[in-house]
């Protein structure tokens, strides 16, 4: 089991940047593969980027590649993503995800726990 609290959500313009904090706690952080989607009103959930239980692969949405930085230190159980260059749709509910598999995927049905999610709105 894994409890995963995240945090850094908020209202910027677009072209700002934010930095989404999501820390672990229970079991080690270090067995698990983490996932960072996001849901925005009347849309189901979707990947947004992906990184090996290491930190040494990583894999993100066309629609935010270049954009946003996914990154975890195992040192503090956490994972972050870091998005700069925002735009308005990227509004939505940010969630962190953790998976046990060692072949990451990108379904959120492939992920077992779940955070309670941080809202990010951007204003155009």
């Known amino acids: 089991q894994v409890q995963l609290v995240e945090s850094g959500g908020g209202l910027v313009q677009a072209g700002g940047s934010l930095r989404l904090s999501c820390a672990a706690s229970?079991?080690?952080?270090?067995?698990?593969?983490m996932g960072w989607f996001r849901q925005a009103p009347g849309k189901e959930r979707e990947f947004v980027a992906i990184i090996t239980r290491g930190g040494g692969t990583t894999s993100y949405a066309d629609s935010v590649k270049d954009r946003f930085t996914i990154s975890r230190d195992n040192t503090q159980n956490t994972v972050y993503l870091q998005m700069n260059s925002l735009k308005p749709e990227d509004t939505a509910v940010y969630y962190c995800?953790?998976?046990?598999?060692?072949?990451?995927?990108?379904?959120?049905?492939?992920?077992?726990?779940w955070g309670q999610g941080t809202q990010v709105t951007v204003s155009s």
């Open positions: 229970g079991r080690t952080f270090s067995s698990y593969g």
């Open positions: 995800a953790a998976t046990g598999s060692y072949a990451l995927k990108i379904e959120p049905r492939t992920y077992e726990y």
